[in-house]
């Protein structure tokens, strides 16, 4: 089975929860990009974004999108298996139809996110 590039759609809080469990649950919503082609994987990461803003329930807050290489793109995600973090650098307006950028972050920097966040 080739790998699936998934996009997991979190908020720092549940970010905080998989980092401490060492794995993203099963049921974390998730986009499958269709393709490799960048505009593929953007639109994917766009999608998870905006799933993420619906996570937060309505009230500003920030989006975290976690990005994984695996197997099989529906089964719980190991946090080795994450490649990158997109995440909001400021709080934004769920309701908002363009909010800005995810910014990105390397793997080993969640910590330090996590931090800036204060999840």
Do not use: F, K, N
């Not at 937060?56 to 973090?85: Q, T």
């Amino acid at each position: 089975m080739s790998a699936a590039r998934v996009y997991l759609a979190l908020t720092p809080r549940l970010l905080r929860r998989c980092h401490d469990a060492g794995e993203v649950p099963a049921s974390t919503d998730r986009v499958v990009a269709t393709g490799d082609a960048e505009d593929e994987e953007y639109a994917a990461l766009q999608d998870a974004a905006d799933l993420a803003a619906g996570l937060l329930g309505g009230r500003p807050g920030r989006r975290v999108v976690l990005v994984a290489e695996v197997g099989d793109p529906r089964a719980a995600v190991p946090m080795r298996r994450v490649v990158a973090v997109h995440a909001d650098d400021a709080d934004v307006d769920p309701a908002d139809d363009d909010p800005p950028e995810l910014g990105w972050w390397a793997t080993q920097e969640i910590p330090d996110l996590l931090a800036l966040l204060d999840a």
